[in-house]
């Protein structure tokens, strides 16, 4: 079985300022990666991605990840954030190859303040 | 992009009522379609898979009788919640996978919000 640990359920930060949401999961088994966003009332928004190949993975507005097979770990930053940014941060793990199910952590609030 | 569309976005009717929720992907085939429940903040969480032509497979806990799931075509999912009460209000997302590939991402409706009185 999968788990995924977002350590920190709350992040304020301040607008410009770079953020980092942190991501670890837990797999006896070679995982896909995944961040999605949730605005208030909305579904999930894919960000990025981690399949395979180069560790540093680039998303839509701004985003990146980083994989770190060692660490087991997805972190997801942004070097400078906007108060548009303020949303729901979910990281999760898909098994390769068959499995077709995500398994999610348990989200990051991410606030941008002014 | 691949776009799934989920309707509808809000329901409030009476205790007793059945509510039927759809999910659709707009441009692409989804052999597989995941629908899950959200409480206020918390993660989703899966309740059922849907797989076209066959019948869905229930997460523990998750009471079938209860949650029907129907995934008639390669396009079309529905979740009808029968003899809903208000311990049933919750938000509600469905989500399709393309056929292509299990490392194709999830794509995710936009949710049903839904209010038993």
């Known amino acids: 079985a999968q788990s995924v640990t977002q350590l920190d359920s709350q992040v304020p930060v301040f607008e410009e300022a770079p953020v980092e949401l942190r991501c670890n999961y837990s797999s006896s088994v070679s995982v896909y990666l995944f961040w999605y966003v949730q605005y208030p009332n909305q579904g999930l928004q894919l960000l990025l991605k981690?399949?395979?190949?180069?560790?540093l993975v680039k998303g839509i507005n701004g985003f990146e990840a980083e994989f770190n097979k060692s660490q087991t770990s997805f972190h997801l930053r942004k070097p400078s954030v906007h108060i548009s940014d303020t949303a729901e941060y979910f990281c999760?793990?898909?098994?390769?190859?068959?499995?077709?199910?995500?398994?999610f952590g348990s989200g990051t609030q991410l606030t941008v303040l002014p | 992009g691949a776009v799934v569309s989920q309707h509808p976005s809000r329901v409030i009717c009476k205790s007793g009522t059945s509510v039927k929720i759809e999910c659709r992907s707009l441009?692409?085939?989804?052999?597989?379609m995941f629908w899950y429940r959200q409480f206020p903040k918390q993660s989703l969480m899966l309740m059922a898979t849907?797989?076209?032509?066959?019948?869905?497979?229930?997460e523990q806990g998750v009471e079938k009788d209860k949650f029907l799931i129907n995934h008639a075509s390669l396009t079309l999912s529905t979740l009808t919640v029968t003899s809903a009460h208000p311990e049933d209000s919750s938000f509600y997302i469905c989500?399709?996978?393309?056929?292509?590939?299990?490392?194709?991402?999830?794509?995710f409706g936009d949710g049903t919000r839904l209010s038993i009185l």
């Open positions: 849907s797989n076209e032509g066959s019948k869905a497979t229930y």
């Open positions: 989500s399709a996978r393309s056929r292509l590939g299990a490392e194709q991402p999830q794509h």
């Open positions: 981690y399949l395979s190949g180069s560790t």
């Open positions: 441009d692409f085939q989804a052999t597989t």
């Open positions: 999760a793990v898909s098994v390769r190859g068959s499995a077709r199910q995500l398994t």
